[in-house]
């Protein structure tokens, strides 16, 4: 979830689960369908850059693409996630504009792999994306997705599902692992949202990477295929973060931002808009069409700043600011 201004510009809880690692993951996670990532996040976002150069002087940029970010799909969800909810009904309205006005729903894979190669996106892409792993994703979203054949991603928080793994702390009503493995037949991409949706850029080296590497462990461990994509709790991160994601095995990973992607953001820091219970049917036609979204998410941008600034400070007071 990303629930504070921060993170997604909603009121909401910013703590973290309590409780520790209870040690390092026991072994490497399961082998992904893109290999290894051998490149820091700064050679990865310096190759699309030049990539976008070399285009702008032989033909055009591709063009920014919206990655809608949801979290619950629920008639009536818990109080802290009320905010960051959806209808079922408005989900499926905001679909049929989706549909009505020619745009192709991608992976989060799909669209960091063309932009890497520099091959061609499907006309209009768009990116429909889940964050934590509420269960209303597949009850209420998953039927009108598949209906339409639409390709989605979902971020789980590997320690909010109810199992064996879980470490409790879970604001609502989670998939099962069951349900996961459903999604991921129905051609949906399951992606990690660490293992316990703490503040990242706040934790220790040790913790942070306890929190990348057990969520692509379990993910592996449980649908026999590791993520390859990841988003940042909150939409925190930073350089630390993110080469501490790459580490890990995640090839690409989102933030928040409240802007468009573009491939000049780089494959680590793709940049995401907030859709809320709040959004209305022409917020998201101007949404998905890309018009005035600096305007609908100026205040966010400016609580963003703020906090941003707080949590540098504090990183700093705990020696691990970058």
């Excluded at 809608?68 to 109080?79: G, I, K, N």
């Excluded at 991409?189 to 949706?197: A, D, F, L, N, R």
Aim: aromatic share 8%.
């Amino acid at each position: 979830m990303n629930g504070d201004p921060a993170g997604s510009g909603a009121g909401g809880p910013a703590g973290s689960p309590a409780g520790s690692p209870a040690g390092s993951p026991t072994g490497s996670p399961a082998r992904s369908n893109t290999g290894s990532h051998s490149r820091s996040p700064a050679a990865d976002r310096a190759g699309y850059r030049s990539r976008g150069r070399a285009e702008e002087e032989s033909g055009p940029v591709p063009a920014p693409v919206p990655i809608l970010m949801y979290h619950a799909v629920a008639p009536d969800p818990a109080p802290a996630t009320l905010g960051l909810s959806v209808t079922p009904e408005a989900f499926a309205a905001q679909m049929d504009v989706v549909a009505g006005r020619g745009f192709t729903p991608v992976t989060t894979a799909a669209l960091a792999a063309a932009w890497r190669s520099g091959t061609a996106l499907p006309p209009r892409p768009v990116l429909v994306t889940f964050d934590d792993g509420y269960e209303g994703v597949h009850r209420y979203a998953l039927p009108v997705l598949a209906r339409r054949s639409f390709p989605s991603t979902v971020f789980v928080t590997s320690g909010w599902l109810p199992g064996r793994h879980t470490t409790g702390g879970a604001l609502d009503t989670m998939l099962s692992w069951e349900q996961v493995r459903e999604l991921a037949a129905a051609g949906t991409e399951i992606g990690g949202h660490s293992h316990s949706h703490p503040q990242l850029d706040q934790l220790d080296a040790r913790r942070l990477r306890f929190e990348a590497l057990r969520c692509r462990e379990l993910i592996g461990e449980e649908l026999g295929t590791a993520p390859d994509s990841f988003a940042y709790p909150y939409g925190y991160s930073s350089r630390r973060v993110r080469a501490t994601v790459r580490e890990a095995g995640f090839a690409q990973a989102l933030a928040v931002g409240n802007a468009l992607a573009r491939r000049r953001q780089g494959p680590y820091a793709l940049e995401r808009v907030t859709v809320r219970r709040s959004t209305t049917t022409e917020e998201f036609v101007r949404l998905v069409e890309g018009r005035g979204v600096g305007r609908n998410f100026a205040a966010d941008r400016a609580m963003t700043k703020g906090y941003a600034l707080a949590r540098r400070a504090r990183g700093a007071l705990r020696g691990h600011w970058i």
